[in-house]
């Protein structure tokens, strides 16, 4: 009885963990070179924007996500140009992009305002674990794109702590100038954790627009840009806490489906308002952790780095 | 082959200070010149529509103040902010807090206060910013928790606070079951410089509200430029360790800074429920908060910056509304321009710090 309860909830918990994580995973690795990229909200709606035209279009699934990453790169392009090539401050670059990228998406979008995607994720249940009870349904029975975003949690993992590639990333991050030093091509790597950011917030941005609420509306990503950054402080700049704090949110999201089903009365508003409220509270939580933070945060991070060479 | 570098320049160049942002404006007009060309819509037609139509006419120009009039005061609230570092891009939900204090007072206390009552209704718009804001510097001088995210969060939740309320039990029960509060009695909304016997402005809507703006133009500049509590500011924005060696402290120049701004922010709720509305409803602004911080930023934190920049970014609301109007675009056509041009102005102000150095490459490497 109480696992058939809680499987729906587990399900939508996790699909909307989903776009949470790869935007948060996507900052991660931008964050993790010393790049505070404050423009998820907007890269992620010109993601959703463009591949929603895609297959309005007639593109197939997988070009409309491939559309949609592309034009999120170059988005991004306009930040870690402005920002790594010319210095200017990170957090209003950010801003400016978040800006540009919910007007733009606003404008280009209009028409389509309340129109169904012509064509979405489909789930694909793996064979045999699928029947797993809780687990099954929602773990095992996701699309193709949120099977990537999950073992990207891995891969990235991986990436950063076990490859050298990794470590030149990191060391970037914590102090620009020894890494140059080395011989680090820093500026390339700043630009090319940035991008992957940039392309990581377009999946989410298309994960929102096929997967999840296969409509289109101004700001469809209604704020979560912004809590996927304040996921990378959640997670200390680790992929699995990363994973583990986006599935706490998305819980939060859905905590007004289990509010419906134990019949407690509360205002729509009040529920709306949770996953923002728990952000702050969380924050508070982990910053009184100084140490933590202290370890795991890049030492350069959101600062510029003048490349001389 | 030639390849460009950035080469330090020793000191900011002064000129540079005022061309960056006349080639970022310029640049911005070129990119919505693309945008309106991709939209299929004569570009020059547009941009007359955009430009030049709405601040034709006496209520053109007092439309303008009426959106730069809360644009100002509350970039001049984030000018002190931002000059110690301390990134509040929660200004939009410290003026909607204030606007709901505002709205509290009018709707509850205006027969008891009677012609007090519009006192009473900035005062405690201006204590509902502060409060919304300290929440902020709370977070951020004595739990060392990120300003940027807390203060953006909180925008959701006085967003969401809004709708409660005028969605529950704000909501006016003979309004058809919109989501708007009563409309305000008059002793709880700003006149109109029409009724002020000023035939000048015969027929417009620009209100008594400009006065609070006005006031707080020389107040921030004096603080900002003249008392030694603006110098320390800037001291711990730029140079943290410099402050805390001569012993400045920051935690009471963040709870400072951040409740000053939200208090002025709060104000701007006010004027705008008190003014142009009057009442409360569920999309009551264009994100006034968001573009001050674009006008602070424009501005270059100093005040007669943000006066101008706010008079640009209201002619960049006007803009859209007009283009909406006589061309069917959407509104959002002036928040493009908003980004552009904040962003242009980012990678413009490279060449007051640096110069552009041009690299021939003869042989294998690149020389002078």
């Not at chain 1, 508070?284 to 510029?304: F, Q």
């Not at chain 2, 690299?359 to 002078?368: D, S």
């Amino acid at each position: 009885m109480l696992i058939e309860s809680l499987t729906p909830l587990l399900v939508s918990a996790i699909g909307a963990a989903i776009p949470l994580l790869f935007a948060a995973l996507g900052e991660l690795i931008a964050e993790k070179a010393g790049v505070l990229n404050l423009g998820l909200e907007g890269t992620m709606l010109m993601g959703a924007l463009s591949s929603f035209l895609a297959v309005a279009e007639g593109s197939s699934l997988f070009l409309a996500l491939l559309i949609g990453v592309a034009v999120s790169v170059l988005f991004t392009l306009l930040f870690a140009f402005v920002t790594i090539s010319l210095q200017a401050n990170q957090v209003a670059t950010g801003l400016s992009l978040t800006i540009l990228g919910v007007g733009l998406s606003a404008v280009i979008g209009k028409t389509y305002v309340g129109f169904s995607a012509a064509k979405s994720f489909a789930p694909a249940p793996i064979p045999i674990l699928k029947d797993i009870p809780l687990l099954g349904p929602s773990l095992f029975s996701l699309d193709y794109v949120a099977y990537f975003c999950l073992f990207s949690v891995i891969a990235i993992a991986w990436f950063l702590t076990k490859s050298k590639a990794g470590l030149a990333l990191r060391s970037v991050g914590e102090s620009p100038s020894v890494a140059r030093s080395l011989g680090l091509p820093v500026t390339k790597i700043r630009y090319l954790a940035v991008l992957f950011g940039g392309g990581f917030a377009g999946l989410a941005g298309v994960y929102y627009a096929l997967a999840q609420f296969k409509v289109w509306q101004d700001g469809l990503t209604s704020g979560n840009g912004w809590i996927a950054l304040a996921l990378v402080v959640f997670g200390t700049w680790r992929p699995f806490k990363v994973a583990l704090g986006a599935l706490l949110f998305g819980s939060v999201t859905v905590l007004g489906l289990y509010f419906q089903l134990v019949d407690i009365k509360v205002s729509a508003f009040v529920l709306a308002s949770f996953p923002y409220v728990t952000t702050i509270l969380v924050l508070v939580y982990l910053s009184m952790d100084k140490e933590t933070i202290r370890r795991h945060a890049p030492a350069w991070l959101g600062k510029p780095f003048f490349d001389d060479r | 082959m030639i390849k460009l570098q950035l080469k330090p320049r020793t000191e900011p160049n002064q000129r540079m200070q005022v061309y960056a942002p006349l080639i970022a404006i310029a640049l911005t007009l070129l990119s919505g010149l693309l945008l309106f060309q991709l939209l299929g819509e004569n570009p020059f037609i547009a941009y007359k529509a955009f430009f030049f139509d709405p601040i034709s006419d006496i209520n053109g120009i007092s439309e303008l103040l009426l959106k730069a009039s809360p644009l100002c005061l509350i970039a001049l609230g984030l000018t002190i902010c931002y000059r110690a570092n301390i990134w509040n891009i929660g200004a939009e939900g410290q003026m909607y807090i204030g606007g709901i204090f505002a709205t509290g007072i009018a709707i509850h206390y205006t027969e008891t206060l009677g012609h007090w009552t519009l006192i009473v209704m900035i005062l405690a718009s201006a204590l509902g910013g502060a409060i919304w804001a300290s929440i902020t510097a709370l977070c951020r001088a004595q739990l060392n928790t990120n300003e940027i995210l807390v203060s953006l969060m909180l925008t959701y939740v006085a967003d969401l606070t809004i709708k409660f309320l005028v969605y529950g039990p704000w909501k006016d029960p003979m309004g058809n079951n919109f989501p708007i509060t009563i409309s305000f009695a008059d002793e709880a909304l700003f006149t109109p410089l029409a009724f002020l016997g000023w035939s000048f402005w015969d027929g417009t809507r620009v209100n008594t509200s400009i006065f609070i703006t006005l006031f707080f133009i020389p107040l921030v500049w004096i603080y900002n430029e003249k008392l030694f509590a603006g110098f320390k500011n800037l001291v711990v924005g730029i140079a943290p360790g410099a402050a805390k060696y001569v012993g400045f402290n920051e935690k009471k120049i963040i709870w400072i800074v951040l409740v000053f701004s939200g208090l002025i922010a709060g104000i701007a709720g006010a004027t705008e429920v008190a003014g142009p509305i009057g009442q409360l409803n569920d999309k009551w602004t264009p994100g006034y908060g968001f573009t001050a911080i674009i006008v602070a930023t424009l501005g270059r934190l100093k005040v007669s910056g943000v006066v101008l920049a706010s008079l640009l970014m209201a002619l960049l609301y006007l803009g859209g509304e007009s283009v909406q109007v006589t061309m069917q675009l959407p509104k959002s056509v002036s928040q493009v321009f908003q980004g552009f041009l904040l962003l242009y102005l980012l990678a413009c102000d490279v060449l007051i710090n640096y110069e552009i150095v041009i690299l021939k490459k003869i042989g294998a490497k690149y020389v002078n």
